[in-house]
């Protein structure tokens, strides 16, 4: 295909043609078929079989090419389809029967029969070009070289291969999604539901085996190792449901085909040394999926750890700004005036953390500061009768339903005041109301009064 | 016969380089793969070694300079960043432990081949030797790495000895060894950073794949050999430097596969592949545990047990009056076929039983035999009557199973304890001891 008309133009990349778009397609093809089958393996807690299957495949494809003479696809995928299942049986094997750790069974495997793939290419490298390096750094570059024609159409014969690989893979899916389902989540039910485990479990190893060896080709191992696992457990960061998951994990490996792409044309704009630079797209596509990982690892809404950070300083900031409210409302009580900056932060924890707070509080108008004192105002008076009533009728209930001495209800209500409703509060109230003399103020287990809302 | 001759009398300043560099390499591997395998962390090797890549491109674009100690070096701190990774993903999200082994192994082996991947097209530099960290060149090894790889099995040694009893404590019971107060996070840490240098040593030696080859399966073939940790760890130890002379003296013997390869067979395969078989003869072949083994000593239990029940049916059978040929004793219980055959020629062979006119009777030294039988069989019957007050027609079943392994101790004990109970629970009566049977006579025994 020529490098004729740029279709479009990017930043930092520059021109695309119909040749950049072509490998993108393959790219993100590959990366959404071993996107979709990962989250299998990652809830199976399988992950590394995907690597054991990528490698151990190696002596399939010689095998079938000694035996056969060729290289074509349908050999290439019986070979590994037949060794890709071996593998898991093996592996399953060894862990059952010689009790030996699923983790070392499968390094046993696997290693033992790439050693065995890596003799045997050397014995059929004479006449061929299957070389070792090809088979791990694919040549993602290169794939719309390689055409056939469909239907009078020219496509990359990896693009073509892969979209029919997708089709089965879908088609599969489809029909199988609820036994898959259960399977990848509670095997031992999916069996006493009369459903086949082991069947749909090597219905996916065979699945895992025919797209590595369709991905191989264009993108070589590594890469399908990288994307086996990343965007499954990229998506797994992102959401809790499988069908999501899936969906998920398909669109973060096609994004980051594209993406390893666009960074590897970019690279190529570099300039080191007075020369171009250049570099393995494929390595690029499995940068790119680890940096959407971390992405996800650190800013997942859910299970991300810089948001959940970002929930406890929430949360411990509310604490912080209505502790204050309550420290200010009760010096207020005793002497109408105002408390310290420092007073203050012995009274509720950190110095940054109180400034912060008192930040917040004064843009709100809840507390005003005068020559270095820290005062309610109206409105923050308001509000701190509420904070306080609520931490008064909780010692009240306390006391009188629950039987606790009055000197011991203050520090468990401390903790609790900043998680009592308005609904549970208004009940509190109508209850304590009928512990006490229906006359007189409402007033806590210490003799002090009550606020009402 | 000549190459052979000078290879095992290592004549051959070339060969015996190899042979002791993978050997010493294979010896430290297997110590420090059968730590990693007891802490089930057998594909961390795995990770690691692919994790190191990086470190070679990145060592090699700081220095511009092809050096071992300065690819090697950088293959360490990356090695050791990618358990540190994996740590972190396990520790902050919700990411499980074999994900987490595969995304570093995925990201960081990508992030190298990006980077190769450049250094390939720098004016400078193709690819700095890069390849050979992929797939090893085991024969290409010098008297310099030779000394590399003798330095970090030294160390990889001393450090296990150093820390055996730590080790040993968090590889059996982590939780155990936390709560006495050891710092289990930081001996992790040290058992990594052992494997770690162990495994960067050996990348050039025999490549990524079979690296982690090295490290998994000679500490899973010992432990077909022993339970106790020292002896498990020596012979994992034999095993790898087995495997590694082995394996390099093979590849030194045997012609080449094809004419475009300078010297032999590739050696990290073949070292591999002798691991395999030694791995594949101990699974089978291993005294106790190995499969022939244990086949064979559940055979030996199956005989027994037929041979017993043989010899309880003959009894019954002579007890209800009925002549014992080949068909009676065939209905009596569903035998597996050629087992009634099998057993009854043992006894004819031991003299238990007679057979005339295909008539069996048993002998005296089988009539012993069958009434320690049959007493085991009865006396269980008659305690779980008595004692669970489980119904006379469900206790056969379990008498049939459990009467092959009552010890005679066992059998006084029920005895004693049967006769206290009313005036004649055993209703022996018969001079050899043997109590009635629980069931009604006539009733089939099965």
């Given at each position: 295909m ?5 279709i479009?133009a990017?930043?930092?990349?520059g021109?695309?043609f119909?040749y950049d778009?072509w ?5 993100s093809l590959?990366?959404?078929?071993c996107?979709v089958l990962?989250?299998?393996?990652l809830?199976r ?11 151990a495949?190696l ?11 060729s290289?074509s696809l ?11 299942v071996l593998?898991?049986?093996?592996t399953?094997?060894l862990h059952?029967?010689a ?9 046993v ?9 890596v003799?045997?290419?050397?014995f ?7 070389d ?8 993602l570059?290169?794939t719309?070289?390689d ?5 009078g ?10 979209a029919a ?20 989540f509670?095997?031992a039910?999916a069996?006493a539901l009369g459903?086949?485990?082991t069947?749909v ?10 797209v ?10 590594i890469?399908?190792?990288?994307l086996?696992?990343?965007?499954a457990?990229?998506?797994?960061l ?8 899936m ?9 980051s ?5 666009l960074l590897?044309k970019?690279i190529?704009?570099?300039?080191v040394?007075g020369?171009?630079l ?13 940096l959407m ?6 800013f ?18 509310r604490?912080c ?5 309550g420290?200010?409302y009760?010096a207020?009580?005793l ?11 012995q009274?509720?924890?950190s ?17 005003l500061?005068?020559?270095?004192t ?5 409105q ?7 904070f306080?009533?609520?931490h008064?009728l909780w ?14 209800v203050?520090?468990?209500t401390d ?7 308005p ?10 109301r ?17 606020p009402?809302? | 016969?000549?190459?052979?001759l ?5 004549q051959d300043a070339?060969t ?11 010896l430290?591997?297997g110590?420090?793969g059968?730590?990693?395998?007891l802490r089930?962390r ?12 990086p ?10 300079e092809?050096s071992?100690?300065?690819f090697?070096?950088g293959a360490l ?8 990774t994996?740590?972190?993903i396990?520790?902050?999200?919700r ?9 570093v ?5 990508g992030?190298?081949?990006?980077l ?8 400078s530099?193709n690819?700095?030797?890069l ?7 085991a ?6 790495d ?9 160390l990889?040694?001393?450090g296990v000895?150093a820390l055996?009893k730590?080790?040993?404590l968090?590889?059996?019971d982590r939780?155990?060894a936390g709560?006495l107060?050891?710092p289990?996070?930081?001996l ?5 950073a ?8 050996g990348l050039?030696?025999?490549g990524?794949v ?6 998994i399966?000679p ?13 498990h ?5 034999l095993?790898?430097?087995?495997s ?5 003296a093979?590849s030194?013997?045997?012609?080449s596969?094809?004419?475009s ?9 073949l070292i591999?592949?002798?691991a395999?078989?030694l791995?594949?003869?101990?699974l089978?072949f291993?005294?106790?545990?190995g499969?022939?083994?244990r ?5 030996l239990?199956?005989?027994h047990i ?12 002579q007890?209800?009056g009925?002549?014992?040929?080949l068909?009676t004793?065939?209905?009596r219980r569903?035998?597996?076929?050629g ?7 043992r006894a004819l062979?031991?003299?238990?039983v007679?057979?005339r006119n ?9 009539l012993?035999?069958a009434?320690?039988?049959i007493r085991?069989?009865?006396l269980w019957?008659l305690?779980?009557h008595e ?8 206790v056969d079943?379990?008498a ?8 005679p101790?066992?059998?006084a ?7 206290l109970g ?5 209703r022996?009566?018969a001079a ?5 049977s ?5 009733e089939n025994?099965r």
């Open positions: 020529p490098r004729d008309a740029a479009f990017l930043p930092f990349v021109e695309l119909a778009l490998v993108i397609a393959t790219a590959v990366g959404a078929l996107g990962g989250c299998y393996l809830l807690r399988l992950s590394m079989l995907g690597d054991a299957i990528s490698h495949i002596p399939g494809l010689a095998g079938a090419f000694l035996l056969s003479g290289r349908a050999w290439m995928l019986l070979g590994a389809g037949v060794v890709g593998t898991g049986l093996l399953a094997g059952r029967v009790k030996i750790a699923e983790d070392a069974s499968m390094g495997v696997f290693t033992t029969l790439f050693a065995l793939g003799l045997l290419i050397s059929a490298a004479r006449d061929v070009d299957l070792p390096g090809c088979v791990l750094y694919g040549l570059e290169f719309p070289l055409t056939v024609s469909l239907w159409l020219e496509l990359p014969r990896a693009t073509a291969s892969l690989a997708a089709l089965v893979v879908a088609g599969v899916l489809a029909v199988m999604h609820k036994e898959i389902k259960l399977v990848a509670d095997p039910l069996a459903m086949r485990p069947l479990h090597f219905v996916m190893v065979a699945l895992i085996a025919g590595s060896v369709v991905s191989f080709e264009s993108v070589g191992s890469l399908v190792v990288a086996l696992v990343t965007p457990a990229t998506a797994h992102l959401t809790d449901r499988y069908a999501r998951m969906i998920l994990a398909a669109s973060i490996g096609a994004l085909g594209a993406g390893g792409y590897a970019h190529e704009t570099w300039k040394d020369a171009t250049g570099t393995s797209t494929a390595g690029c596509v499995s940068v790119v999926c680890a990982f971390l992405a996800a690892a650190a997942s809404p859910r299970h991300g750890v810089l948001s959940r950070i970002a929930r406890q300083l929430a949360l411990k900031l604490i700004r209505e502790d204050i409210l420290m200010l009760r207020a009580e002497r109408s005036r105002g408390l310290s900056r420092s007073e203050l932060t009274g509720v924890g110095t940054w953390l109180v400034d912060l707070a008192l930040v917040l509080l004064r843009r709100r108008g809840l507390v500061i005068q020559d270095a820290v005062r309610l105002t109206e923050g008076h308001a509000e701190a009768r509420q306080v009533g609520t008064r010692e009240s209930f306390l006391t009188a339903r629950l039987g606790l001495p009055p000197d011991h203050h520090a468990a903790r609790a005041e900043h998680f009592i409703a609904d549970i509060r208004d009940k509190l109230a109508q209850d304590v009928t512990t006490q003399p229906t006359e007189s103020p409402l007033t806590d287990p210490h003799g002090r009064q009550i009402g809302p | 016969m000549n190459d052979f000078r290879l095992i009398t290592l070339n015996r380089t190899v042979l002791l560099g993978t050997g010493s390499l294979g430290a591997a110590v420090i059968a730590l990693a395998v089930r057998a594909l961390v090797g795995d990770a690691l070694a692919h994790a190191a890549l470190g070679v491109c990145v060592a090699f674009l700081v220095f511009r092809r071992l100690p300065l090697l070096l701190v990356f090695g050791v960043l990618g358990v540190l994996m740590n972190a396990r520790r902050f999200t990411i499980k432990e074999d994900a987490a082994i595969a995304i192994l995925g990201s960081f082996f992030l190298g081949i990006m190769s991947g450049m250094i390939q097209r720098l004016p530099g690819r700095a030797g390849d050979s960290f992929l797939f090893g060149k024969a290409g090894m010098v008297h310099a030779l000394l590399i790889s003798a330095a970090a099995c030294i990889a040694l001393l000895a055996y730590e080790l040993k968090v590889g059996f939780e155990f709560s107060g050891w289990v996070g930081f992790d840490l040290t058992l990594m052992l494997l770690a240098i162990v495994t960067v040593v050039p030696a025999v990524v079979l690296m982690a080859a090295l490290l399966i500490g899973v073939t010992a432990k077909f050999w022993t339970d106790r940790l020292a002896p760890l020596a012979l994992a130890g095993f790898g430097m087995l590694g002379l082995l394996g390099s093979l030194a013997v045997l012609p596969p094809n004419s390869m300078s010297r032999g067979f590739p050696t990290g395969p591999v592949l002798v395999g078989t791995f594949v003869g101990s089978l291993a005294p106790r545990r499969l022939v083994a086949w064979r000593t559940a055979r239990l199956q005989q037929d041979d017993e029940h043989l010899l309880r049916d003959l009894y019954e059978l007890e209800a009925t002549p014992a040929s068909s004793l065939a209905e569903t035998w597996r076929t087992s009634l055959h099998a057993a009854l020629r062979t031991n003299a238990d007679t057979d295909a008539v069996i009777t048993l002998t005296a030294s089988g012993t035999r009434v320690r039988v085991s069989h009865r019957e305690y779980l004692h669970a007050g489980v119904a006379p027609d469900h079943r379990d049939d199973l459990i009467e092959h392994f009552i010890t101790n066992l059998l004990k029920f005895e004693a304890q049967l006769a009313d005036a004649d629970p055993l022996t009566g050899l001891g043997v109590p009635l629980l069931h009604p006579p006539g025994a």
